[in-house]
């Protein structure tokens, strides 16, 4: 298992290697700043991931990291060697006799909070988002405290308000949820659309689908349900995830999903009456 000081070395990496070149508020980063800003996102990612690997999931989770971290590499450089130090830590990827969840977690969220302190107005909300999820797995494993309950309601749903309307409502287990936050995000064809609860829980949805396209399955292999960790669609055994989109016009998108999720640690939450219906 990787050593939280040696993680702690990327958070100031991070910081370090961005802060002389970080924009002045009101520019725009170069496609280069970009592109290192969403190589650290992408560490932040599979950090989390990594901090909830089981004895099973260890090894596919920790090659996955150290993936991630090599790209940072090549984008970012690494000029104190402190990547290097990282991947050398992680080893071979064998899980040793004992995990410490907690210290992983801790491990996620500096990686995520460094990135974070870089972003730019393009990059503000996914990195934010990406934090977000940091914060929640830190409280899942560690416990809530203030400081880190007071930074999750400072960050909110990461935007000033939601940009669409209408509903995205699901029965998580027993816990019938209503997302009333929706965003939709245009990039190009593509359409980035997330619900959310709202604080203080921050139960969120997201999807990512091609406008027009309708169907079957057509959004399960981008599906992320955040409830006490991060879920995503299940392919395995009965009553596997499914989803229907029947209207994908500009402006609307209208549909259903059911099944089960899974988390990196394997436990699985069954969603029933998912219901899609927004206009943005």
Do not use: W
Request: net charge negative.
């Amino acid at each position: 298992m990787k050593k939280l000081g040696i993680l702690c070395l990327l958070l100031c990496f991070l910081v370090a290697s961005k802060c002389d070149n970080e924009p002045l508020e009101g520019e725009f980063a170069t496609e280069e700043e970009t592109s290192c800003v969403f190589a650290a996102e992408n560490v932040t990612n599979a950090a989390i991931a990594f901090s909830q690997a089981t004895d099973e999931t260890y090894e596919q989770l920790c090659l996955a990291y150290k993936t991630a971290i090599l790209n940072l590499i090549q984008l970012c450089g690494d000029p104190d060697g402190s990547l290097q130090a990282l991947l050398d830590s992680l080893g071979d990827c064998i899980p040793d006799s004992q995990i410490d969840t907690c210290a992983e977690a801790t491990a996620a969220a500096a990686i995520a909070q460094a990135a974070f302190s870089q972003a730019t107005s393009e990059t503000y909300y996914d990195l934010c988002i990406s934090y977000r999820e940091a914060l929640l797995t830190l409280i899942e494993f560690c416990g809530p405290d203030s400081e880190t309950l007071s930074i999750l309601n400072d960050l909110g749903n990461c935007l000033d308000s939601a940009n669409a309307e209408g509903f995205m409502r699901v029965t998580a287990g027993t816990l019938n949820l209503e997302f009333d936050i929706i965003n939709v995000f245009e990039d190009g064809n593509l359409l980035e659309v997330t619900g959310e609860t709202g604080s203080p829980t921050y139960h969120i949805i997201y999807f990512e689908i091609n406008l027009g396209e309708t169907g079957d399955d057509i959004i399960n292999d981008s599906f992320k349900f955040n409830f006490t960790s991060q879920y995503f669609p299940s392919t395995q055994g009965f009553n596997g995830f499914t989803s229907t989109i029947t209207t994908n016009s500009p402006g609307n998108i209208i549909g259903t999903f059911n099944g089960i999720v899974t988390n990196a640690q394997g436990i699985n939450l069954n969603l029933t009456s998912g219901e899609i219906s927004v206009l943005y």
